[in-house]
């Protein structure tokens, strides 16, 4: 019992410390990019770019391609549930908030968490291993300014934006299957979801986006810096980052969704 | 070559370090002057890489004080290290070049983060550096694409690009053949000779060590146990350097009952 | 660093003082191509050149190379011990013209 406790005990403030840790990384992270300039060590808008591509540009299809695909099952859920009380047109109002506040947002993070937290971990643990970070610092280039910090602005950036677009995809896929199923035109179930829908909503989805960018880029970049034993642990932190990112912004958005909605 | 009466470009006093409670160096006193070739030896295990870590200014000893160049890299600011390390270049022993880029973008990388050169400038002076290298002509490739031995030979460039007084080489022969060994060697003194540079070098190659060092210090378990010319080495009469010298391992005394506790315990 | 010009036998004539380092190197590069863009044969004297670094030599480097392209003449004078072994390391030593001052170029000039 008393092995159990201690042990809780230890991973509890072994838990503290790396939340410190990590919060620590991200002021320094924001630090670069606010003041680096006044340094003379500013963040490269190129590699701010280049990760923005990346993360972004690359991912359209795909976050295109789900969001639509959950637009499509609210869709058919919804319908399927409201025709019980014979309310099937309902549906929009229904598909609306749910795309706009909860689903757009949390598909598009455990997407991007698991496309580009993954290979920030995987890069920034390669890196590790082979010195080149313990290289960039001999350079006095600081690698929380060179790695960390265009990519925490990138994904703050992308994020948001793919989150926007995802409402999009989501929408026009409730669109789609509710003009089929119901013979809702289109201009007509648009109309009525920019009438239900308050900037409130899309807002909530956007915040809590920028959360999920924050935390993806996070759990990347401690668990990538935290590699150990070569390409193996690579592996391994990749893994694990990937796990640890959707968990956290599952846990993250329910808090978010509880605390937003009260 | 090696003169006393000038102040030291590299000075370590009195240090110790720790790795988790195990203390690694215990109590390390060493001196580099300008223009000398230092050699770091010892074996695996000996804490050279230890060593060489705390110079670099990538850790922080328990106590004992680190001297670059006056200045003393256990109590910088953020701000005075980031400007000292201009100073010093480092050639890792696995080159580290960073893999997203050119060999050319790697060498230009210190020039393009700490000065406001025009590009062309900066082009130049890698290009230049990549020829004392021996790798004219190798600036578009990728670092995937080289040797090791040509990595190792981008690496000395990009560490050499900003004109450092104080350079670092870790384990350069490791893992190469002996002939781009003996290149590798050939370059450092270039280095020293030309450049004026003051040069420190980790490694557990006793040719290289030989045939390039001013002088040699000699590590063992955390310990300095000398240090001396090539000559001063060769001369010592202690038993471990000795047996690092003629690569036997040394014969500990230890008792019967100790060998069979070390064997049987748990 | 400082730098002064001045004319000699049909050269323009820039004379580096002190150290050539990163911090000045832009300032003798500026002159140097300068003079160049203005049409006229330059010769670098370093005889008072204590150090000079490689972005000093990279300045060099590109005002032979602009003086070829536009048909001009360029050299070194007067070069010292340290900046040659800096010159030579980068086996720059062969391509420069170097005299030692500026009436032994006029001599080979003819």
């Known amino acids: 019992m008393i092995f159990v406790l201690e042990q809780l005990g230890r991973r509890t403030v072994r838990a503290i410390e790396e939340a410190g840790y990590l919060f620590a990384l991200l002021v320094e992270g924001f630090f670069w990019i606010i003041c680096g300039t006044f340094y003379k060590q500013p963040v490269r808008i190129p590699s701010v770019f280049a990760q923005m591509m990346q993360i972004g540009i690359a991912a359209i299809p795909i976050v295109f391609v789900l969001s639509f695909a959950i637009g499509v099952m609210l869709a058919i859920q919804g319908i399927h549930t409201l025709k019980a009380f014979g309310a099937e047109s309902q549906v929009v109002v229904g598909i609306a908030f749910s795309v706009t506040r909860e689903f757009g947002p949390l598909i598009t993070g455990i997407l991007i968490a698991g496309r580009s937290g993954s290979a920030l971990a995987a890069r920034i643990g390669t890196m590790q291993v082979n010195q080149e970070i313990d290289a960039l610092r001999v350079m006095g280039i600081n690698p929380v300014r060179y790695l960390i910090a265009p990519a925490l602005l990138a994904m703050l950036i992308m994020v948001p934006t793919l989150t926007f677009f995802s409402d999009i995809a989501g929408l026009f896929g409730g669109a789609v299957f509710s003009g089929i199923e119901l013979g809702l035109s289109f201009d007509a179930y648009a109309n009525q979801s920019i009438e239900v829908l308050e900037v409130d909503d899309i807002m909530q989805g956007l915040i809590k986006s920028v959360v999920f960018a924050t935390i993806i880029v996070m759990v990347g970049v401690v668990n990538g810096f935290d590699v150990k034993g070569g390409a193996e642990g690579v592996g391994r932190a990749t893994t694990r980052s990937v796990v640890l990112a959707i968990s956290y912004i599952v846990i993250a958005d329910m808090i978010f969704t509880y605390f937003l909605n009260r | ?266 | 660093m400082k730098i002064n010009t001045r004319e000699e036998g049909g050269y323009a004539i820039i004379e580096l003082i002190g150290e050539v380092d990163l911090s000045c190197s832009p300032a003798a590069r500026k002159q140097i191509l300068a003079c160049l863009k203005a049409n006229r044969s330059l010769l670098v004297d370093l005889k008072a050149v204590t150090y000079i670094d490689s972005s000093g030599v990279a300045s060099l480097v590109e005002g032979y190379q602009t003086a070829k392209k536009l048909n001009l003449k360029f050299g070194l004078i007067g070069v010292s011990d340290s900046a040659m072994s800096v010159l030579r390391l980068a086996r720059l030593d062969k391509v420069f013209p170097i005299h030692a001052n500026v009436k032994e170029r006029l001599r080979e000039d003819g």
Do not use: C, W
Not at chain 2, 189 to 195: I, T
């Open chain 2, 1 to 266: 070559m090696a003169s006393t009466d000038r102040s030291p470009v590299l000075e370590v006093r009195d240090l110790v370090t720790h790795y988790g409670d195990t203390e690694i160096l215990h109590g390390v006193n060493m001196a580099v002057h300008e223009g000398e070739i230092m050699i770091i030896m010892g074996g695996s295990g000996s804490g050279k890489s230890t060593l060489l870590r705390y110079l670099l200014g990538l850790g922080i000893p328990t106590s004992g004080n680190i001297y670059i160049l006056g200045k003393d890299i256990t109590h910088l600011s953020a701000m005075e290290m980031h400007d000292l390390r201009k100073n010093m270049g480092v050639a890792f022993q696995g080159g580290a070049l960073l893999s997203s880029m050119t060999v050319g973008e790697n060498v230009q990388l210190p020039l393009y983060e700490h000065t406001g050169l025009d590009k062309k400038t900066m082009q130049i002076m890698a290009r230049m550096k990549l020829e004392v290298v021996n790798l004219g002509g190798f600036e578009n490739l990728m670092p995937a694409q080289l040797s090791g031995g040509m990595i190792k030979r981008a690496a000395v460039a990009r560490a050499i690009v900003m004109d450092p007084k104080l350079m670092f080489f870790d384990e350069p022969s490791a893992g190469l053949d002996p002939v781009v060994a003996a290149e590798l060697d050939e370059l450092i003194l270039r280095l020293r000779d030309a450049m004026q540079m003051t040069i420190v070098v980790v490694t557990h190659e006793l040719q290289s060590a030989f045939k390039i060092a001013d002088r040699i210090t000699v590590l063992d378990k955390g310990n300095i146990l000398m240090t001396g010319t090539v000559d001063e080495v060769h001369a010592s009469k202690n038993e471990r350097i000795q047996s690092l010298l003629n690569r036997r391992p040394s014969n500990e005394e230890i008792s019967a009952d100790e060998y069979m506790e070390r064997l049987t315990r748990i």
